[in-house]
């Protein structure tokens, strides 16, 4: 039993960029306040941690692009030159020099498992941790819970896997299984996404023969681009923040931007829709010939099976010294369009009747969405709008659920007509079997968070004492942790719309519309499942041309300027990185004052 109960103004769980990013802003706005870092990890950094480094791991972004807005990432330092990808290493390097610079780095407990989270006595919440063996308790006024969207595996449970008797692992734990690059001669790589391609690639250039097996019945390869794209070659992470482009994208937060009449015209009139429709062909054209796969029967079974226009950030870019696609041509890695059926000694059974003999397996089959927090009782799951069984939603909560959804439903397909024409999608999907008590995610109702961060429930928004960071998947990480960040510790000290007390016409003072925020919840989480089907399809939020407008929405919360270029031609032409965000902690404490 823990000897005494610890306390603090405010717990944030999770280390890596949101939640280093929102303990930044609210040790800038709150210095005096007590803040702990708690991560169940060995060091700085979620995915970038120490324990998840593994082999040839480079950042999807180019240098300049990821990067918090007030610690750039500078080639003197860093060593890393304009146009190249980043070392994972390098990344967590840079992130840990983050935190020793703002103060997060002496405020986190690393190795640190948050067991259980509950409502506190008076106020606040309870937290039951864990820390080399130790229990221990913690209250905390505030609470951030920045674990993120891929800290728990999804890993499937295969017939016959008792006795394969080789390594069978998550990538999660590749740098874990990392001698196999020696010790092994033949591998099997499951699944299509990045998370898949970089242990094939891994392997490959390590002489090891891969046999890369993607799912007949799953969704097939993801979109995986050159860094430059169009005929202009433009640098793809600078073509999805810039404003012009981001029009072409159906948003419904889109308005935010302050150019709404302009979309209105793009998505709702058939003229608009032809221009943009001409834009995701060319885009989707011109990536798919730049890749190259029709040149070769092999690299073909590696060309998406959906169009780009409905991907989510599963969208990839080729960050690789050498050919990724030569190793596929020249037979060192092999791709299987199947099934597993089952493993035997040493075997992978497909359904095509391809028996695989392998030393290895490395399952790249995703991450679960439901909290890796605990939530004591587990109904308070439900009111924090985290992911839950619908069945046990009580019959009136249901009903208002399903009248939230089809009103959204009916608003979004309005506004965009395009999206009504879904994609057919694999008319053999069946979700991978299922290990111990882990839940689909399709099973699980979505995400359910204003502004993907904070519960819209009445009890909820009354007390403003716990928010959620990072709950998305995004090309604008760095800037979008960094906003968040800011915007949550504003919604804690109730000075931001509809949360603040001026904000309200009600006579009872500082209680926002609880119908009006519900709605515009369910609004923008449903949005995903018509905009990006070949993404998380609402499950979470998941997007890339609407990161933009995105921070341009919370901006407006804040009542800080979106529009940073100076205005004119520029604002709709000039992409937006980390460097137009510089000093937006000190604009608002300038608005707004310190503590």
């Given at each position: 039993?823990?000897?005494?109960?610890?306390?603090?103004?405010?717990?944030?769980?999770?280390?890596?960029?949101?939640?280093?990013?929102?303990?930044?802003?609210?040790?800038?706005?709150?210095?005096?306040?007590?803040?702990?870092?708690?991560?169940?990890?060995?060091?700085?950094?979620?995915?970038?941690?120490?324990?998840?480094?593994?082999?040839?791991?480079?950042?999807?972004?180019?240098?300049?692009?990821?990067?918090?807005?007030?610690?750039?990432?500078?080639?003197?330092?860093?060593?890393?030159?304009?146009?190249?990808?980043?070392?994972?290493?390098?990344?967590?390097?840079?992130?840990?020099?983050?935190?020793?610079?703002?103060?997060?780095?002496?405020?986190?407990?690393?190795?640190?498992?948050?067991?259980?989270?509950?409502?506190?006595?008076?106020?606040?919440?309870?937290?039951?941790?864990?820390?080399?063996?130790?229990?221990?308790?913690?209250?905390?006024?505030?609470?951030?819970?920045?674990?993120?969207?891929?800290?728990?595996?999804?890993?499937?449970?295969?017939?016959?896997?008792?006795?394969?008797?080789?390594?069978?692992?998550?990538?999660?734990?590749?740098?874990?299984?990392?001698?196999?690059?020696?010790?092994?001669?033949?591998?099997?790589?499951?699944?299509?996404?990045?998370?898949?391609?970089?242990?094939?690639?891994?392997?490959?250039?390590?002489?090891?023969?891969?046999?890369?097996?993607?799912?007949?019945?799953?969704?097939?390869?993801?979109?995986?681009?050159?860094?430059?794209?169009?005929?202009?070659?433009?640098?793809?992470?600078?073509?999805?923040?810039?404003?012009?482009?981001?029009?072409?994208?159906?948003?419904?937060?889109?308005?935010?931007?302050?150019?709404?009449?302009?979309?209105?015209?793009?998505?709702?009139?058939?003229?608009?829709?032809?221009?943009?429709?001409?834009?995701?062909?060319?885009?989707?054209?011109?990536?798919?010939?730049?890749?190259?796969?029709?040149?070769?029967?092999?690299?073909?079974?590696?060309?998406?099976?959906?169009?780009?226009?409905?991907?989510?950030?599963?969208?990839?870019?080729?960050?690789?010294?050498?050919?990724?696609?030569?190793?596929?041509?020249?037979?060192?890695?092999?791709?299987?369009?199947?099934?597993?059926?089952?493993?035997?000694?040493?075997?992978?059974?497909?359904?095509?009747?391809?028996?695989?003999?392998?030393?290895?397996?490395?399952?790249?089959t995703g991450w679960t969405h439901a909290s890796?927090?605990?939530?004591?009782?587990?109904?308070?799951?439900?009111?924090?709008?985290?992911?839950?069984?619908?069945?046990?939603?009580?019959?009136?909560?249901?009903?208002?659920?399903?009248?939230?959804?089809?009103?959204?439903?009916?608003?979004?397909?309005?506004?965009?007509?395009?999206?009504?024409?879904?994609?057919?999608?694999?008319?053999?999907?069946?979700?991978?079997?299922?290990?111990?008590?882990?839940?689909?995610?399709?099973?699980?109702?979505?995400?359910?968070?204003?502004?993907?961060?904070?519960?819209?429930?009445?009890?909820?928004?009354?007390?403003?004492?716990?928010?959620?960071?990072?709950?998305?998947?995004?090309?604008?990480?760095?800037?979008?942790?960094?906003?968040?960040?800011?915007?949550?510790?504003?919604?804690?000290?109730?000075?931001?719309?509809?949360?603040?007390?001026?904000?309200?016409?009600s006579p009872e003072g500082n209680k926002p519309d609880i119908t009006d925020l519900a709605?515009?919840?369910?609004?923008?989480?449903?949005?995903?499942?018509?905009?990006?089907?070949?993404?998380?399809?609402?499950?979470?939020?998941?997007?890339?041309?609407?990161?933009?407008?995105?921070?341009?929405?919370?901006?407006?919360?804040?009542?800080?300027?979106?529009?940073?270029?100076?205005?004119?031609?520029?604002?709709?032409?000039?992409?937006?990185?980390?460097?137009?965000?510089?000093?937006?902690?000190?604009?608002?404490?300038?608005?707004?004052?310190?503590?």
């Amino acid at each position: 039993m823990a000897d005494s109960i610890e306390s603090a103004d405010l717990a944030v769980i999770g280390a890596g960029w949101f939640g280093l990013s929102s303990a930044k802003a609210y040790i800038q706005i709150h210095p005096t306040h007590k803040i702990l870092i708690l991560d169940s990890a060995p060091s700085i950094g979620g995915v970038w941690c120490t324990s998840r480094l593994y082999p040839q791991l480079k950042s999807n972004n180019m240098v300049g692009t990821y990067e918090n807005p007030d610690f750039p990432m500078d080639e003197a330092t860093w060593g890393v030159k304009p146009g190249s990808h980043i070392p994972g290493q390098v990344v967590h390097d840079y992130l840990s020099a983050f935190a020793e610079k703002f103060g997060v780095l002496e405020r986190t407990r690393f190795n640190c498992r948050v067991e259980s989270v509950e409502r506190a006595e008076k106020e606040g919440w309870k937290l039951t941790t864990t820390t080399e063996g130790k229990e221990g308790y913690l209250l905390a006024k505030k609470l951030i819970v920045a674990t993120g969207m891929t800290s728990q595996p999804f890993l499937p449970d295969f017939e016959g896997q008792e006795e394969f008797g080789r390594p069978l692992f998550h990538s999660k734990d590749f740098l874990k299984n990392q001698e196999t690059l020696e010790t092994v001669k033949r591998v099997t790589v499951l699944g299509g996404t990045k998370s898949a391609w970089d242990p094939v690639y891994a392997y490959a250039t390590k002489g090891v023969h891969v046999d890369w097996v993607i799912r007949e019945s799953g969704h097939g390869p993801c979109w995986m681009s050159p860094p430059y794209v169009t005929p202009f070659k433009k640098w793809l992470e600078k073509l999805v923040h810039t404003r012009f482009l981001t029009w072409m994208s159906p948003c419904i937060w889109g308005a935010a931007d302050g150019y709404g009449t302009v979309r209105s015209y793009l998505h709702g009139t058939a003229i608009g829709r032809f221009f943009v429709n001409t834009f995701w062909s060319i885009l989707g054209g011109d990536v798919a010939s730049l890749m190259k796969y029709d040149q070769h029967p092999e690299t073909a079974k590696l060309k998406p099976w959906m169009e780009p226009l409905w991907t989510g950030n599963g969208l990839s870019i080729m960050n690789y010294p050498t050919d990724f696609l030569e190793l596929v041509r020249s037979g060192k890695v092999k791709v299987h369009i199947a099934d597993i059926t089952r493993l035997e000694q040493g075997k992978v059974i497909l359904s095509s009747g391809d028996v695989i003999e392998t030393d290895a397996m490395l399952c790249a089959t995703g991450w679960t969405h439901a909290s890796p927090v605990k939530f004591v009782p587990q109904i308070l799951e439900a009111e924090l709008g985290l992911p839950i069984l619908p069945s046990s939603q009580a019959p009136r909560i249901k009903a208002e659920s399903d009248f939230l959804t089809s009103r959204a439903d009916e608003e979004i397909l309005s506004k965009f007509p395009r999206l009504k024409n879904q994609p057919p999608g694999n008319k053999k999907f069946k979700p991978l079997p299922l290990t111990g008590q882990l839940v689909h995610n399709e099973k699980l109702s979505p995400i359910d968070l204003y502004r993907f961060m904070v519960p819209a429930t009445e009890d909820m928004v009354a007390r403003r004492d716990i928010a959620f960071a990072g709950h998305l998947l995004t090309l604008t990480t760095a800037i979008a942790a960094q906003i968040q960040g800011l915007w949550i510790t504003a919604y804690f000290d109730g000075k931001i719309d509809p949360f603040s007390p001026s904000s309200s016409s009600s006579p009872e003072g500082n209680k926002p519309d609880i119908t009006d925020l519900a709605y515009q919840t369910r609004l923008h989480n449903r949005f995903g499942k018509w905009r990006y089907p070949h993404g998380w399809a609402g499950q979470i939020p998941d997007f890339v041309f609407d990161g933009l407008p995105y921070v341009d929405l919370l901006l407006g919360d804040l009542g800080l300027v979106c529009r940073r270029k100076g205005g004119g031609w520029r604002e709709v032409t000039e992409p937006y990185g980390p460097e137009d965000y510089v000093g937006v902690v000190e604009e608002w404490i300038e608005k707004v004052g310190v503590e």
